[in-house]
């Protein structure tokens, strides 16, 4: 039998989409399941459109969460002269065709049917005439003699069976007036060279497959499998698009989710697995199958990230955690200063509480960062009177310490809310600004044990 081949083929024309994100997911991991390989394809033809930085933005999305491609890039452009071939040799069999008619002629076409309100498809009038009818002066595209009987059928390994009638696809256009090739001709050609067993896309594509299948027959070669997924919707229920929010890698790799959490939630998405929800690698290549995807859109939900990202957080090993965490903080936000590394890594397991991402753990360590403590003017209204006598008190009880821990400090605390008659908060809230510059953050003996006395003292005697 021969080995599954699957491949991911974006346009290098912006940023990667999520939906691409999970095209490129649910072929590798068949691949992977298969025992078989996959590719990365940069269909780079659109010369005016296309852009390095995306193409580096692809690669460095896939890299990122954590999918890996067979060999080098295969560069769709390197390849236009084999296009070209296949087009003049659909002409030589009389397969294709050259079509004289002007842009303004097709236009008119076009016209005609939206007043009918009917699909427009092009009326073949080059199809069976003499190339000495041809006009002088215009340089001719080359359409593809479709089908005109009949009907297709595709058994599609996601979909299940679906046809259509064959007058329905029009004579498509293989090769431009300029003598570029299209897309459908250029993926069929690619997908040929590769050696392509799936073709694994978005649903979106279906049309596009049966026009394929037909240069597929016309040139005699072995047919792949075909798979449509269903696309990804917003909450709305809107076909997601890349000027949606929160639609390429990058938007959520700057907010602080993790890779393997949003893996996870891709898969999840459309696809499942009796009624597991929690997928580690080596489970997600065991058990994925394209028999699990669904036929219908799946709905992107913020909040179901934000809960998986949660889950990870909680559950992953604290060091792959400080190492995700660091990378996180070295590429958006600050880079952490080796005097705090440690105190970061030892108080992780409560600067993870209640955080959903790693923006929130960032935001709850700034403190162990920050040598000079900035109180905002909202909280420093806080700190009245009474507020700085506790600081004060505070501040002498604890020079009386030779161990600086929970133990020894919640005493303390207890007698300054019984004796200025006050509760935890009046205490706990004054010592949190001044520590860590707001009232909101961490408990206040995690703070208080993570800086340690020196610096915890330090930072209350600013405090006048």
Known sequence: MKTVATRFAPSPTGPLHIGGVRTALFNWLYSKNKGGRFYL??????????????????????????????????????????HINVANELLKKGLAYKCYCSSEEIEEQKKRAKQKKIPYIYNRKWRDKSET???KGIDPVIRFKSKIEGKSIIKDLVQGKIEIENNTIEDFVILRA?????????????????????IIRGDDHKINTFKQIQIYEAMNWNLPFFAHIPLIHTIEGKKLSKRDNASTLDDYSKIGIMPNALRNYLLRLGWSYKDKEIFDLDESIKYFNLEGIGKSPSKLDISRIYSMNEHYIKNIDENDLYNFLKTYCETYKQKIPDLAQK?????????????????????????LIDEKVKINEEDKKLLNEEAIKIIKLFSHEINKLSDFNREKLEPIIDSLIKNNNTNFKGVGQPLRICLTGSKFGPGIYDILCSLGKEEVSKRLAQIR
Request: no cysteine; charged share 35%; glycine share 4%.
């Open 343 to 367: 105190k970061i890594k030892n108080s992780l397991y409560f600067l993870k509480n209640k955080a959903k991402t790693l923006e929130d753990i960032y935001e709850n360590l700034k403190f």
């Open 41 to 82: 394809r940069i269909e780079d033809t659109d010369k005016e459109r296309s852009k390095e930085e995306f193409k580096n933005q692809i690669i460095n999305s896939l890299k990122w969460i954590g999918i890996y491609y067979e060999d080098n890039e295969y560069i769709q452009s390197d390849k236009i002269n084999d």
């Open 133 to 135: 009818d041809a006009p």
């Open 178 to 198: 300029d003598g570029s090739p299209t897309y459908n001709l250029s993926a069929s050609v690619d997908d040929h060279l590769m050696g392509m067993t799936h």
